[in-house]
């Protein structure tokens, strides 16, 4: 481990940062906020005025200069003591973001908007307690799985285009365990999924603010089913196949969920495993919980298995039914700070604990993290090797909106 006086070293650096997300949000953030100065440079000079030869080199290399270092700079300029070079570093970004933070969510909400409505008359109250969860962006509408599977209008952020996520367009690559099957789904497919089974949880009763969860591997079918349920402005869970009945009932009687969908078979170290079994003692373990209606079995082979001796519970296939085929795609737009995900605590020291996510505020950090830190972009591809229990299977799927 490097000491605290020994810089570690430098692994990797942009060979272009001046065509990334980040450099492009910094220079707008300095013509709309006036925090750069032309002749606080990546080198500085003592007159307070740039010599003629120097122009062409300042104006080239224009930096971010945020309020207090600007301070410190105009002071050292004054007194001609600013000769040494200022470091541009990330660090003045994150400084600006924390120290001005209505400002920065501001400037990222109009250079990277998602598809929203309504507007917003104060980004949040920055008086009120961290404890009381002040409302961020009140007035503005959206919905999770339309910014994952459209893009916003440059033009007009209120409506969604297909603009990077063209129908022909891969979106994700499916390799299941072992690599017994390596499959390719396109965006136009997976929106016809999305809407048929959204429209299928429609006809099934499923409105704003009902709980729909999973007991699934990381695949196509999952991830269908987390855009379903949120297109509707219902809430979201996740459980892997690998947890037993205890821990996936220790989460769920919580949520009260209203449909649980689960893999009927799980691939483990070359076995494959039978899961109609723990299908049972799930709906055994929602006794009581008057908002769940049923299970559905999600086929994890092209055979489906048969849950006919599992009491609530009906295929995938059938469910399906409900849609009558209907693949338009209708999204239920909820306020910023409504609740679309539920993910947990390890469960260490007791029960898992229930940690619910804003739909605006995770699109947003999704925005920071996507655009600004990873750069990303229609041509990225991004891997994120997880189950579906963790946090970072939902952070893999908000990749997708930053992909337009």
């Not at 400037?107 to 109250?125: E, K, N």
């Not at 205890?246 to 009927?264: E, S």
């Not at 899961?275 to 006794?287: A, D, F």
Request: glycine share 8%; net charge positive; charged share 25%.
């Amino acid at each position: 481990m490097a000491s605290a006086t020994t810089m570690p070293r430098k692994l990797w650096e942009h060979p272009k940062p001046r065509e990334t997300a980040m450099w492009r949000f910094v220079e707008l953030v300095n013509r709309k906020r006036g925090l750069g100065l032309k002749r606080v440079e990546k080198r500085f000079l003592v007159a307070n005025e740039p010599r003629n030869n120097d122009v062409s080199f300042l104006e080239e290399n224009r930096t971010l200069i945020l309020p207090n270092t600007l301070r410190t700079v105009r002071q050292k300029l004054a007194h001609g003591t600013e000769t040494e070079p200022y470091p541009q570093t990330f660090q003045d970004l994150y400084t600006w973001s924390v120290d001005q933070r209505t400002d920065f969510w501001s400037d990222l909400f109009a250079a990277h908007p998602v598809i929203h409505s309504g507007t917003y008359t104060r980004v949040v109250d920055t008086e009120a307690r961290m404890d009381s969860v002040p409302k961020w962006f009140e007035g503005v509408t959206l919905n999770f799985a339309e910014n994952i599977l459209l893009t916003a209008d440059p033009s007009d952020p209120s409506r969604g285009t297909k603009q990077g996520k063209e129908d022909g367009k891969t979106v994700c690559t499916e390799v299941r365990e072992g690599c017994t099957s390596i499959s390719q789904l396109a965006w136009g497919d997976l929106r016809r999924k999305v809407a048929r089974l959204s429209n299928a949880m429609r006809a099934h009763g499923v409105t704003k603010g009902d709980r729909v969860a999973v007991v699934a591997s990381n695949s196509i079918d999952t991830l269908v089913v987390f855009l379903a349920v949120t297109a509707l402005g219902g809430l979201f869970s996740s459980s892997s196949t690998d947890m037993g009945s205890k821990g996936v009932l220790d989460r769920l009687t919580q949520i009260r969920p209203k449909w649980v969908f689960v893999d009927d078979w799980a691939v483990y170290n070359g076995k494959t495993i039978d899961l109609r079994q723990k299908m049972v003692e799930i709906v055994e373990g929602m006794h009581g919980v008057t908002e769940f209606e049923g299970l559905v079995s999600i086929p994890r082979f092209a055979e489906a298995a048969d849950v006919s001796k599992v009491l609530k519970a009906q295929s995938q296939f059938e469910y399906l039914k409900a849609s009558k085929g209907d693949e338009r795609l209708v999204f239920e737009r909820i306020g910023f700070n409504d609740p679309f995900l539920v993910v947990y605590s390890s469960g260490t020291t007791g029960t898992p604990k229930c940690i619910v996510h804003s739909t605006g505020g995770i699109l947003m950090n999704g925005v920071k993290e996507g655009k600004l830190h990873r750069d990303l972009g229609p041509h990225t591809v991004a891997l994120q090797y997880t189950t579906v229990s963790r946090l970072h299977y939902e952070c893999a799927c908000l990749t997708l909106s930053n992909t337009g």
